[in-house]
């Protein structure tokens, strides 16, 4: 009896050490909500516009030094238009907003979240996740880079699979130079 006891109090030893060593080797970053930004892109016929949105959070995590997975929300209540100004600035800001567009009033944020972390090399990433906007979910894949406390990443998405129809000629005739392309560039730049 007194064999067993010992050899289960080993046993237990061993498995709490190892579940307490395995812990210490994952490390959950925040990143740094001010520093971090997001750019994106969008081009029509007759040329384009730009701008930024805010993180409101948004998470790595590493196992041993590599990178292992993702969280990010984005607050769509902040997008800005930033090649122009004033009340033309304000209108397509509002415009982006709308229904036609991001619909932030019933959908304020949009996620992505890692699934698949891939290394493509020294600092390197290949990652596949699933991005929701307008609660629609559909997976993209993107290079992530890393660069001691920086990561950026460069994501092409095609907005009429969250329902982003207004003014694509994929779905509407007779658009001309009005159509807007469907695809638009999102630039992530990360600091933690």
């Not at 081009?43 to 384009?48: A, R």
């Not at 800001?93 to 090399?121: I, R, W």
């Not at 982003?164 to 007779?174: H, L, R, T, V």
């Not at 658009?175 to 638009?184: M, N, T, V």
């Amino acid at each position: 009896m007194k064999k067993t006891l010992k050899n289960l109090l080993a046993l237990l030893v061993i498995v709490l050490s190892s579940y307490s060593f395995t812990s210490l080797l994952i490390e959950k970053t925040e990143i740094n909500l001010e520093e971090s930004s997001i750019t994106w892109k969008g081009q029509k016929v007759t040329g384009s516009h730009e701008g930024t949105i805010k993180f409101k959070s948004g998470t790595l995590t590493f196992e041993d030094g590599a990178l292992v997975d993702g969280t990010f929300t984005m607050d769509m209540n902040s997008i800005k238009c930033t090649d122009l100004s004033g009340d033309y600035a304000g209108k397509l800001e509002g415009h982006l907003k709308s229904k036609d567009f991001f619909g932030t009033n019933e959908h304020p944020t949009s996620t992505l979240q890692f699934k698949e972390v891939t290394m493509n090399g020294e600092n390197n990433y290949r990652v596949k996740g699933d991005l929701t906007i307008k609660g629609i979910t559909n997976s993209i894949d993107f290079d992530f880079v890393m660069d001691g406390n920086n990561a950026t990443a460069a994501l092409k998405i095609d907005r009429t699979t969250y329902d982003i129809k207004y003014g694509s000629s994929s779905f509407f005739d007779g658009l001309k130079d009005k159509a807007i392309y469907d695809d638009f560039d999102i630039t992530v730049n990360l600091e933690f």
